[in-house]
C-alpha cells in the first residue's frame, strides 16, 4: 500500500450570537445574578441576558430602563449581550461597603409584546486605594508630668475599598519604649486609635518624640499608608489645659429635643488661663451636624436626631 502524507488542521469555529455568560443563578426577586470585578475597561462583557433569560433569536429589541446609574455604566446589544459602557468604580457607588449590587430592568420588546428582565450584578471589589490619612502631619503637646497609661486619640486613615480590603490595622515606626499605640474596634464599626505613654517624661533627657503612624488595610497585596506624628514634652510649669477624666460617658434619649445639653466637659489650667474646647477634626467632620460644643464651656448639645446605638466624640482643650 502506498504511503499518504498528512497533515493535520485545527479549524476554531466562532457562533456569532453565542457568548459564555457568568450568571449562576436568580435572586428571590427573579432577577437574573452575576458578578462584575470593578474597573475593567469599556465595553467589558457582562452577561448573555438574551441566552440565560431564555429568549431565543428571532427580532427582538432590547432596551434599558429606569435604572441609575446602571444607565449610565451599562448597555446592552441588540443580541442581548450585556456591556460596560464606562469604568465601573465600586469605591464611588459604594465607598466602605461589604457589598455593591447593582439593579438593572432590561425591557424586551417582540412585536407588540414586551417583557421586563430584571437583573443583579455584584460589583467585586479591587484593592486599588491605599489608606489615607487627612493630614501628612500631627503634633501633640504633653505635660512632663503626664502619668503613664494615659490615652490621647490619634488620626485615623480613610479607605474607600469594601471593610476587606479597608484598614484593618495601625502600627507606629520605629517602635518606642516610651509610647505605644492602642487601637479598638467600637460598636458602631468606628475604630478609636490612641496613643498610650508606657513610662515617665523626663523633658531634660528628650523633649520631642516624632514617629510614624501608618495605617495598613487587609488586601492583598497589603496597601499602607502614614503620617507623621511629632509629640513635644512641655515643662509642667507651662500648666497646659487637662481633663478632669481620661473619657466621659453620656446617655441621650432617642427623644432629646434639639438643643439638650448631653453633657458638660471641663478642663483646668493654670489661674487666668482661657481655655477653648473644640471637637478634633474627625468628630466634626462626621457628627459636626448632630451635635455642637461650646467652645467656652465645654457644653456638648445636641444639634440632629440620633440614629446609632453610640457615639464616640473626641474633644480638645487648648489655651487661647
Request: some cysteine; aromatic content about 6%.
Amino acid at each position: 500500500m502506498e504511503a499518504t502524507a498528512q497533515r493535520l488542521v485545527i479549524v476554531l469555529l466562532l457562533i456569532a450570537g453565542h457568548h459564555a455568560s457568568s450568571a449562576v443563578k436568580s435572586d428571590a426577586d427573579g432577577r437574573l445574578q452575576y458578578r462584575l470585578t470593578e474597573k475593567q475597561p469599556a465595553d467589558t462583557l457582562v452577561a448573555n441576558v438574551a441566552g440565560d433569560a431564555g429568549l431565543g433569536g428571532g427580532d427582538v429589541r432590547y432596551v434599558l430602563i429606569n435604572n441609575e446609574p446602571a444607565m449610565r455604566l451599562f448597555r446592552i446589544d441588540d443580541d442581548g449581550l450585556l456591556r460596560t459602557s464606562a469604568v465601573v468604580d465600586r469605591d464611588t457607588l459604594c465607598p466602605q461597603q461589604p457589598v455593591c449590587p447593582i439593579h438593572l430592568d432590561v425591557a424586551v420588546q417582540r412585536g407588540n409584546e414586551v417583557n421586563i428582565v430584571k437583573i443583579h450584578v455584584e460589583l467585586i471589589d479591587l484593592n486599588d486605594n491605599a489608606p489615607v490619612f487627612s493630614s501628612p502631619e500631627t503634633e501633640f503637646h504633653l505635660a512632663e508630668s503626664t502619668p503613664p497609661g494615659i490615652l490621647f486619640p490619634l488620626p485615623i486613615a480613610a479607605d474607600p475599598d469594601s471593610p476587606r480590603n479597608g484598614v484593618v490595622g495601625y502600627r507606629m515606626s520605629p517602635e518606642s519604649d516610651v509610647f505605644g499605640v492602642q487601637v479598638q474596634n467600637l460598636s458602631t464599626g468606628d475604630v478609636d486609635v490612641r496613643l498610650v505613654l508606657n513610662r515617665l517624661l523626663d523633658r531634660n533627657q528628650q523633649d520631642r518624640y516624632t514617629f510614624s503612624l501608618i495605617a495598613f488595610d487587609g488586601g492583598q497585596p497589603q496597601l499602607s499608608g502614614s503620617t507623621i506624628v511629632n509629640i513635644f514634652i512641655d515643662d509642667v510649669r507651662q500648666y497646659l489645659p487637662r481633663f478632669d477624666r481620661a473619657s466621659y460617658a453620656a446617655v441621650v434619649r432617642e427623644n432629646s429635643p434639639l438643643g439638650s445639653t448631653i453633657i458638660q466637659l471641663h478642663a483646668s489650667a493654670a489661674p487666668g488661663a482661657t481655655i477653648v474646647y473644640s471637637f478634633s477634626r474627625r468628630t466634626q467632620t462626621i457628627y459636626g451636624d448632630v451635635f455642637a460644643i461650646n467652645s467656652t464651656t465645654g457644653e456638648v448639645t445636641l444639634l440632629g436626631a440620633v440614629n446609632r446605638a453610640s457615639y464616640n466624640l473626641s474633644v480638645l482643650a487648648e489655651l487661647c
